[in-house]
């Protein structure tokens, strides 16, 4: 299960949906031939298993799962890590930041943080990182903070940076880019209080995404890039 779950990972990063599908569904298959009292995937093949189906828009499935994983950690499994109480945390926060329950998505984005913090290891912290810069950087929150947003970042890159973690270093590329861009989008609203980009500009942030995307076959990340070429050929960015 595991390993079929790793595989799916792999191919899902790689962009190959069909695979990432069937290789799941097998893992889950023999979960419940293993445990028919808990038959869905969790920990991380359950991770990886909402991360597909939230990439196809299939929210409220990921909230059951998630929700259920958690009840199963704290009422049914007695060894549970932080991990394992992590990761759906952080699926709730991603489910709550797609239907934009900005107030729900923190919550849960901020414990998943902590539990990721405690694991003692920062091969998974960037996930919610990420996650939660997007929710600080999304205007539609009328608690967006694009400081806050620029902490969490540079965490991740600071992360991915030294440990070699190229995907994440990606992912930051991408959510930088929409960062600033959404900074000069909405300019006006800053009263004076921009925090002025330091750094790489944004077409340098999505120059260096489509670079890496090249070199690790990172093409999960394709369509995300190409929105923001689309969006930089449009309008001219300071």
Not at 66 to 72: G, H, N, P, T
Not at 106 to 112: E, G, H, R, Y
Not at 123 to 131: C, S
Not at 187 to 210: C, D, M, P, T, Y
């Amino acid at each position: 299960i595991t390993s079929l779950a790793a595989l799916a990972n792999t191919q899902h990063q790689a962009g190959k949906k069909k695979e990432v599908s069937i290789l799941l569904r097998k893992a889950e298959k023999l979960r419940k031939e293993m445990q028919p009292r808990f038959p869905r995937l969790c920990s991380l093949p359950g991770f990886y298993y909402c991360e597909l189906l939230l990439a196809r828009g299939e929210v409220q499935e990921v909230q059951e799962r998630a929700e259920e994983e958690l009840d199963l950690w704290t009422n049914h499994f007695g060894d549970g890590g932080s991990l394992d109480f992590s990761l759906p945390k952080l699926t709730l926060g991603c489910v709550f930041l797609q239907k934009k329950n900005f107030s729900q998505a923190i919550v849960w984005l901020d414990q998943a943080i902590d539990g990721l913090r405690a694991y003692g290891s920062s091969q998974h912290l960037p996930r919610g990182l990420l996650v939660r810069a997007a929710l600080h950087r999304d205007t539609l929150n009328p608690d967006f903070n694009f400081s806050c947003a620029h902490q969490d970042l540079q965490e991740v890159f600071d992360i991915a940076q030294s440990s070699g973690m190229r995907l994440y270093l990606t992912d930051y590329h991408l959510e930088m880019a929409r960062l600033l861009m959404a900074e000069w989008e909405n300019s006006s609203r800053f009263s004076g209080e921009r925090n002025e980009a330091k750094g790489l500009s944004l077409q340098e942030h999505v120059i260096e995404a489509e670079k890496l995307i090249e070199e690790t076959g990172y093409k999960r990340r394709l369509p995300e890039l190409k929105e923001l070429q689309s969006n930089l050929s449009k309008k001219s960015y300071c």
